[in-house]
């Protein structure tokens, strides 16, 4: 049985071959278009979350605040399981810090004492490694919601507008890339059974004559579901190789510019797991098309018009 | 074997195929079905291997009520007759042999029984020496004889024959009659649709007539 249906899917190779080949290409790229969505969407999330773990929040103290105070806030602080570091830059840290930062740019700035006196004291506040990148603007927020409602803290900063609109821009990424998957999936699909159909015309006497000796509308079926599995698991599989060829000489090529902005050592092709299951996913498309036109197929389909 | 009991087809139109027809075919028997195009022959053999069913009435072969049948078991019935048409329908990329074996295949046999039966049919019809032959590669009468043998290889009760020596010279035709004849004899109740008439008085055997679908001889 095995063996005929192998037999069938090979005798329709031979007969349709310049559509299946065309076939395989068109999937190919749909396939294609997906991964590298996938992979671009996968990477720019890393980045977010290596810029992310860079994310710093400064608490800036009133004048005023009490030593007691400013270790009270501390504690609290720390309590919160999300908070990795918290480190007290007194008023002088900060700006001997100033000064070392300034001294080239504005030196006559430095003679002001006045002006220097308007440095706060203040609490550089890092979240634990263990939070999730794309986790972070929510935790500062929160977190900053909280601080700015202590008498001692007069302001709190950590970037976030910069931070809001890149996580926006990652999002709206994202949902673009699932749109443009489910679009060129659909696309793939809609080929994929015409193809399958195709092939059903071309062999309606074939079909006509099992109806007639009594094959069962399943086992009709069968040899067209796994011409179009193989051919999705062949296109899923061209797909995941050539994206990683190009993914190889992409970063090959800007190796250097991705050092310098210490990339990487940090963008990656996907993952085992996600290959075998995007394979999967595109051999089980491949299937699903075929149903759709062989489900025709029952009860004397072919040998009903003769 | 095969009984039709006040059985009506009527096709969207209307269009009346078959009109109240009543017959009775015991097992083993030969009969012709005769009747001009149109008459409802085709009809009557497409719910006989229950490619259709009858607007009303009963149509039953070796006690199987085919308006009963859901799809598995239509299959399972086809196992059961075999079908012979005037343009053969055989598959032009497979052997006479593999074209032979292919009900026994659907069957799920052994591959070893499967040539053993195979090679037995191809004697009775005389076809061993073209078994590895491809049917566009042998005349018109191997290639219904390659049909006959692929209807009875199975051994089914019922064989039913739609014009089969339509295409056929007299010779020829003559030759696939006696073979119908021999399967006949052996237990399998034969039913057969012609235009030949000639040929049905020929055969002394007992005859049906149709026309405008109604059963109009019976002798």
Redesign the interface.
């Given at each position: 049985?095995i063996r005929?249906v192998f037999e069938q899917r090979l005798?329709s190779l031979k007969q349709n071959w310049p559509l299946q080949f065309s076939t395989l290409v068109v999937v190919t790229s749909c396939y294609l278009v997906v991964i590298i969505s996938f992979l671009l969407s996968q990477n720019l999330q890393k980045i977010l979350t290596l810029w992310g773990n860079d994310l710093q929040m400064t608490v800036y103290l009133n004048e005023e605040s009490e030593p007691s105070e400013v270790q009270l806030l501390q504690e609290k602080i720390r309590e919160n399981k999300n908070v990795g570091r918290v480190k007290l830059i007194t008023k002088e840290e900060a700006l001997k810090e100033f000064r070392g930062q300034m001294a080239s740019y504005a030196p006559d700035l430095l003679t002001h004492g006045d002006i220097l006196n308007l440095i706060p004291a203040s609490l550089q506040i890092s979240l634990s490694e263990s939070t999730a990148g794309m986790e972070h603007l929510k935790i500062l927020d929160a977190l900053a919601s909280v601080l700015k409602s202590e008498e001692i803290v007069s302001e709190v900063s950590y970037g976030q507008d910069w931070v809001k609109k890149y996580s926006q821009l990652i999002f709206y990424f994202q949902r673009a890339c699932e749109a443009i998957g489910i679009i060129i999936l659909g696309a793939a699909l809609f080929v994929l059974s015409n193809v399958i159909r195709a092939s059903v015309q071309s062999r309606r006497?074939?079909i006509?004559?099992?109806?007639?000796?009594?094959?069962?509308?399943s086992?009709i079926r069968l040899p067209f579901l796994v011409e179009g599995a193989s051919i999705g698991f062949l296109s899923s599989v061209l797909a995941v190789t050539i994206s990683y060829l190009m993914y190889s000489g992409i970063t090959g090529m800007f190796e250097k510019q991705l050092q310098f902005l210490q990339l990487s050592g940090h963008l990656s092709f996907i993952n085992t797991l996600v290959i075998i299951f995007f394979c999967s996913i595109g051999t089980g498309l491949g299937a699903i098309g075929s149903y759709l036109c062989v489900r025709q197929i029952?009860?004397?389909w072919a040998?009903?018009s003769? | 074997m095969i009984e039709f009991s006040h059985v009506y087809k009527t096709y969207p139109g209307p269009v009346h195929a078959l009109k109240n027809i009543d017959l009775k075919i015991a097992k083993g028997e030969f009969v012709f079905l005769t009747g001009p195009s149109g008459a409802g022959k085709?009809s009557l053999f497409?719910m006989i291997?229950?490619?259709?069913v009858a607007t009303s009435g009963l149509v039953q072969v070796a006690g199987i009520d085919l308006s009963r049948l859901n799809?598995?078991k239509?299959?399972?019935?086809?196992?059961?007759i075999g079908?012979v048409?005037q343009d053969f329908?055989?598959?032009k990329?497979r052997t006479i042999f593999e074209n032979i074996a292919?009900?026994l295949?659907?069957?799920?046999d052994r591959s070893q029984q499967i040539q053993r039966r195979v090679q037995e049919v191809l004697e009775q019809v005389g076809l061993s020496h073209k078994y590895d032959q491809f049917p566009d590669f042998v005349s018109g009468g191997e290639q219904q004889r390659t049909a006959i043998a692929?209807a009875i290889v199975?051994q089914p009760g019922v064989l039913i024959a739609d014009e089969p020596t339509g295409n056929l010279d007299p010779k020829l035709s003559e030759e696939i009659m006696d073979l119908l004849e021999r399967v006949c004899s052996q237990g399998t109740t034969v039913f057969v649709a012609t235009h030949d008439q000639e040929m049905v008085r020929r055969r002394k055997k007992r005859r049906v007539d149709l026309k405008d679908g109604l059963l109009v001889g019976d002798q």
């Open positions: 049985m005929s005798s006497q074939e006509e004559v099992l109806e007639l000796i009594g094959a069962m509308p086992m029952n009860d004397g040998a009903k003769l | 085709t497409k291997s229950a490619f259709d799809e598995n239509v299959a399972e019935y086809r196992r059961k079908v048409f329908r055989l598959l990329d292919l009900p295949q659907i069957r799920g692929r199975h």
